[in-house]
């Protein structure tokens, strides 16, 4: 018995039934140049109309083919890069303030920073850098 599964480029064989589109995932080379592009602008606002521009595919391709190469959107692949990096700041420097990590790693403030962070780690920056056992999440 066939199957009803959800559409990625729309349409319906003539029995009805929906026709899925295997989408390819966006080739490693290309892959490699928007991961780099996207840790050396992590301060920055990237749109995803930028992304794409990075890659010469439509924003919807651009889109569909990071998700099937990542698991991922770039937005999600985004926001884990900033945590990393939010982390391994705040380990490395004493005395760096919320404040600086979150304008140096794309926040747009210190709470979205911390909003964020206890959303993906489990825990606020200021818990994160004075508790030891954190500090095996990196």
């Known amino acids: 018995m066939?199957?009803?599964?959800?559409l990625v480029g729309g349409g319906k064989s003539r029995t009805g039934y929906a026709v899925t589109k295997q989408i390819a995932p966006l080739p490693?080379?290309?892959?490699?140049?928007?991961?780099?592009y996207m840790e050396e602008h992590l301060h920055d606002k990237l749109s995803l109309e930028e992304?794409?521009?990075?890659?010469?595919?439509?924003r919807a391709h651009f889109l569909r083919m990071f998700r099937?190469?990542?698991?991922?959107?770039?937005h999600?692949?985004?926001?884990?890069?900033?945590?990393?990096?939010a982390k391994s700041m705040l380990l490395e420097a004493r005395k760096v303030?919320?404040?600086?990590?979150?304008?140096r790693c794309g926040f747009f403030?210190?709470?979205?920073?911390?909003r964020v962070f206890r959303k993906q780690v489990g825990a606020t920056p200021t818990e994160f850098k004075r508790?030891?056992?954190?500090?095996?999440?990196?």
């Open 131 to 138: 508790k030891p056992e954190f500090k095996n999440l990196v």
């Open 109 to 114: 403030s210190q709470s979205h920073l911390t």
């Open 2 to 6: 066939k199957k009803k599964v959800a």
């Open 97 to 103: 303030s919320l404040i600086d990590v979150a304008a």
């Open 51 to 58: 992304l794409a521009r990075e890659t010469h595919y439509s």
């Open 28 to 36: 490693q080379a290309i892959l490699r140049r928007v991961k780099k």
């Open 68 to 74: 099937a190469a990542t698991g991922k959107t770039p």
């Open 76 to 85: 999600q692949y985004l926001t884990e890069c900033r945590i990393e990096r």
